[in-house]
């Protein structure tokens, strides 16, 4: 049995299948299918993207290529709640850095670690989020947090793990 009929057949890649299928498995559809995989993954396993070529009809490198060349695309696992600090120029002059070493101390993570082992927690630094007059600025999925300090920022995540809790129990 070929690798792909293995990942097809595999219920862990339902999904993956269903979202082919809505893009009706058309290869010019490459990267809102990854986009949408990403979305339902919350990564791009080597395994899914080898499956995507496959049931695309197009080399592997393609897709690889394309799940590689947009910085949007991860091909390792994520948190569930993912936290971008902005180190942009206005950020990091207010400070940016001691934000980012406060939520690596208080989730364990470090610049080669960057998501916590119960995959509830993605810590990332990026250039720029485009709200400079809010410096420095966190992002925690889609939600903006402007004028962070240290403190807040262990905050926001502590309120999150509080919420979290009850559903993990």
Known sequence: MSAAATIKGSRQFDAACAILDRFGRNPTRLIPI?????????????????YVATALGVPPARVYGVATFYAHFTLAPRGKYVIRLCDGT????????????????????????????????????????????????????????????????????????????????
Not at 34 to 50: H, I, N, S, T, V
Request: hydrophobic share 45%; glycine share 6%.
């Open 34 to 50: 990854l986009q949408a995989l990403q979305e339902e993954y919350r990564y791009l396993p080597g395994e899914l993207l080898a």
């Open 90 to 169: 206005a950020c990091h002059v207010k400070n940016s850095i001691p934000i980012l070493e406060a939520l690596r101390q208080r989730l364990g993570l470090t610049a080669e670690r960057k998501t916590t082992p119960d995959l509830l927690f993605t810590v990332e630094t990026v250039s720029c989020l485009g709200a400079c007059g809010l410096a420095p600025v966190v992002v925690i999925n889609d939600q903006v947090h402007g004028q962070v300090t240290p403190e807040h920022a262990v905050a926001l995540v502590e309120e999150i793990i509080a919420r979290e809790k009850p559903a993990a129990a």
